[in-house]
């Protein structure tokens, strides 16, 4: 480990002991990147993403609330309905219409299972296929939900009402990661087919399974938006940045933790989920326009060499504005990107910045590419050198230029 590296690390070290932090200066020291070493990237996070308060004091009381919340989750919407399930197969007899399966009631609780059955199964297709490049995911945790897990407890776990329905998950896939719905190679191969995974022994569960269960909470308690793909891409570098702390006692609750930084950072961007805000002044439209409109300012022949070719910011920063570039780039350059993203006070006004110096920084190429080839750079991005602080310098020149 390099003098400068030790430096950077007392740095954070220091304004992460005050009992008040220091907002401006912590925001100061992540946009240059966080480092992993004793946790420091979580613990930043957790306060770039408003999930601990700026007074240390609090947190212990704060943590503690919010996990237990957190279980109190787990009980209502997934051991409950499933000890519901389990009831209803073993006695029979005492049944009424108001509980039976074929109840036709909208509002009845056997509607609602089913319902939930299908956002579940869009669910499970896509975080079976999270970070393919990467095997994390598809590796057990090794703090397997107690609550969840308990060989003691019969009831339906999540994995189970994915083995046994029959639901076609097609009927609920609702894409929001890219009109033209092109992959990166780093994406592509994953399979499907839930036969392709090896189950685990009982006891254990993947971290897709985690995941799973993150985003099958999340859908039950925001019905208003529920599930939508590409929010898996979403939640999955937070939870891998948790659930590698090598703070044990925290990383314990790499779960819980997940599951509210990352509802504190879908209620800043959900907006983007929503199609029908896409075309609002505070849609994903108008957000890609802004992309080119400050290309424009700062580079007018590439400009012009786009929309001369008819290249359209629908074409390829929808996905990239939406999902946070996280299927742009592997996944240790996404976290690096997500230092900067969530360090900064205007984060989102600077993710469209990044946007912008991503295209700069591949003019050369953009200005011989015909269509066809452009298209190809802009969808599978060639990262220059194949690292991404170029990315981020240039885009903190086009910020300060703006002040």
């Given at each position: 480990m390099s003098s400068a590296h030790k430096?950077?690390?007392?740095?954070?070290?220091?304004?992460?002991?005050?009992?008040?932090?220091?907002?401006?200066?912590?925001?100061?020291?992540?946009?240059?990147?966080?480092?992993?070493?004793?946790?420091?990237?979580?613990?930043?996070?957790?306060?770039?993403?408003?999930?601990?308060?700026?007074?240390?004091?609090?947190?212990?009381?704060?943590?503690?609330?919010?996990?237990?919340?957190?279980?109190?989750?787990?009980?209502?919407?997934?051991?409950?309905?499933?000890?519901?399930?389990?009831?209803?197969?073993?006695?029979?007899?005492?049944?009424?219409?108001?509980?039976?399966?074929?109840?036709?009631?909208?509002?009845?609780?056997?509607?609602?299972?089913?319902?939930?059955?299908?956002?579940?199964?869009?669910?499970?297709?896509?975080?079976?296929?999270?970070?393919?490049?990467?095997?994390?995911?598809?590796?057990?945790?090794?703090?397997?939900?107690?609550?969840?897990?308990?060989?003691?407890?019969?009831?339906?776990?999540?994995?189970?009402?994915?083995?046994?329905?029959?639901?076609?998950?097609?009927?609920v896939a609702r894409n929001r990661s890219g009109v033209t719905n092109v992959s990166s190679p780093l994406k592509s191969s994953a399979s499907n087919s839930l036969g392709d995974y090896n189950p685990l022994p009982n006891g254990s569960e993947a971290h897709w399974e985690v995941v799973e269960r993150i985003l099958f909470i999340y859908a039950k308690l925001n019905p208003g938006i529920a599930y939508v793909q590409g929010m898996n891409e979403i939640v999955g570098p937070i939870y891998y940045t948790f659930a590698t702390n090598p703070n044990s006692d925290w990383k314990e609750h790499a779960e819980a933790d997940t599951f509210f930084c990352f509802t504190n950072l879908m209620a800043e961007i959900r907006d983007n989920f929503i199609k029908s805000l896409d075309d609002s002044q505070c849609g994903i439209t108008s957000k890609m326009e802004k992309v080119y409109s400050t290309l424009k300012e700062e580079d007018e022949e590439l400009y012009l060499k786009l929309q001369e070719q008819n290249i359209k910011p629908q074409f390829f920063a929808f996905r990239w504005l939406t999902l946070l570039l996280s299927q742009e780039f592997v996944l240790p350059d996404v976290i690096r990107i997500w230092d900067s993203l969530f360090a900064d006070e205007n984060r989102f006004d600077f993710l469209l910045m990044v946007s912008c110096a991503m295209l700069i920084l591949i003019r050369n190429q953009l200005l011989e590419g015909d269509f066809t080839i452009n298209m190809r750079l802009l969808q599978d991005y060639p990262l220059p050198n194949g690292d991404v602080l170029p990315i981020l310098k240039k885009a903190k020149e086009l910020q300060d230029s703006k002040c």
């Open positions: 430096n950077k690390i007392a740095e954070f070290q220091s304004i992460l002991s005050e009992s008040h932090i220091n907002l401006k200066v912590l925001r100061e020291l992540c946009f240059n990147g966080i480092p992993f070493e004793g946790g420091i990237r979580c613990l930043c996070w957790k306060v770039l993403l408003n999930y601990l308060p700026r007074d240390q004091s609090l947190w212990d009381t704060v943590l503690q609330k919010q996990r237990e919340t957190y279980a109190h989750f787990l009980r209502e919407m997934i051991i409950q309905p499933g000890i519901a399930k389990v009831k209803f197969g073993v006695s029979r007899e005492d049944v009424t219409l108001e509980d039976h399966p074929l109840n036709p009631n909208p509002d009845s609780q056997w509607n609602t299972y089913f319902k939930d059955n299908e956002v579940l199964l869009q669910i499970d297709k896509d975080v079976r296929r999270l970070c393919p490049d990467f095997s994390f995911f598809l590796n057990p945790t090794d703090y397997p939900c107690l609550l969840i897990m308990d060989p003691e407890n019969e009831y339906e776990t999540l994995r189970k009402r994915v083995e046994q329905t029959t639901l076609k998950s097609q009927t």
